[in-house]
């Protein structure tokens, strides 16, 4: 029986009790969406994925997105990308790394990628952790003063455009000028308030933020590092380390997240191999009025 219990961590819950790929129901699959909204991150337990199964799992949460970064994409299925340290991509230190910095996914896309979910298939011994920052509670825990300072504050966004700190990886790398077009600088509220839940949360306040509109530059690097440090206390943090077949998803409307540290390559046969399936999506659920 399908059972979802809150996790012991600041936000996230773990679901048990159903096998996605075997068939699940209208309410099965809306209670687990719902469940999200509430938990602002889910760890599936036991799931043991083929391409088509996760692609009619990925659907349920909104639009598959295909990712801007081509060369990341799988062939013959474009919306999956797999994250890890084993393929051939994955030599290149710079992709294989390229995730291990404060992030929201699609922050820089006019259309905000909402949903994201990483498959494990291959989990390392060591290491490979997921954290996610809940950004309901840090928004909640500012000072009354400097959340009426941002509340109605805009920023705009370009993939990979923000200051980063020293520990953090920079993000994988835009590769052609196709890339680069594809999603142009947009505008994007630093407070929103979910579409779905009606929470209000800190929102792409790292990775791809360069100025927030009516505030200099410094003024700008000042309080998107106040923010960024503030969300990344401990104490707002879920740390995952993956078993094989647990499905991760987040709200990226209300989270975000990074590879906790940087990892090797190795070979697949290794036991310190990482291999995840992404999927992200846009858009409304279809069971979500
Ligand atoms: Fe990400």
Redesign the pocket.
């Known amino acids: 029986m399908l059972k979802i219990e809150p996790s012991n961590q600041s936000c996230g819950a773990i679901v048990s009790g159903i096998d996605f790929e075997k068939g699940f129901t209208d309410n099965e699959i809306k209670s687990v969406i719902e469940a999200i909204y509430e938990y602002k991150c889910l760890v599936i337990k036991k799931q043991n994925f083929t391409y088509s199964g996760y692609k009619k799992f990925g659907s349920e949460w909104g639009d598959l997105i295909k990712h801007m970064l081509d060369y990341l994409r799988v062939p013959d299925f474009p919306e999956m990308m797999i994250i890890g340290n084993t393929e051939k991509k994955d030599q290149d230190e710079a992709i294989r790394n390229g995730?291990s910095v404060w992030?929201s996914?699609g922050t820089y896309i006019p259309e905000s990628t909402t949903i994201?979910m990483l498959h494990a298939k291959k989990t390392p011994v060591s290491g490979g952790e997921t954290l996610v920052a809940d950004l309901v509670k840090a928004y909640e825990d500012l000072d009354e003063n400097l959340k009426k300072e941002i509340n109605d504050l805009e920023a705009l966004h370009f993939y990979g455009k923000a200051e980063f700190d020293d520990d953090e990886h920079l993000p994988a790398p835009i590769r052609t000028d196709k890339q680069e077009k594809t999603n142009p600088i947009c505008k994007k509220p630093i407070v929103l308030k979910h579409p779905f839940s009606g929470k209000k949360s800190l929102y792409g306040i790292t990775h791809s933020p360069f100025k927030i509109l009516g505030k200099t530059d410094s003024e700008t690097k000042t309080i998107l590092k106040k923010l960024k440090d503030f969300a990344t206390q401990s104490k707002y943090i879920f740390s995952h380390k993956y078993e094989v077949g647990d499905v991760l998803l987040f709200d990226n409307l209300t989270t975000m997240?990074r590879a906790k540290s940087e990892i090797d390559f190795v070979k697949e046969d290794e036991s310190n191999a990482r291999l995840l399936w992404r999927l992200s999506c846009k858009g409304k659920p279809r069971l979500i009025n």
Do not use: S
């Open positions: 995730a992030h996914d994201t997240h």
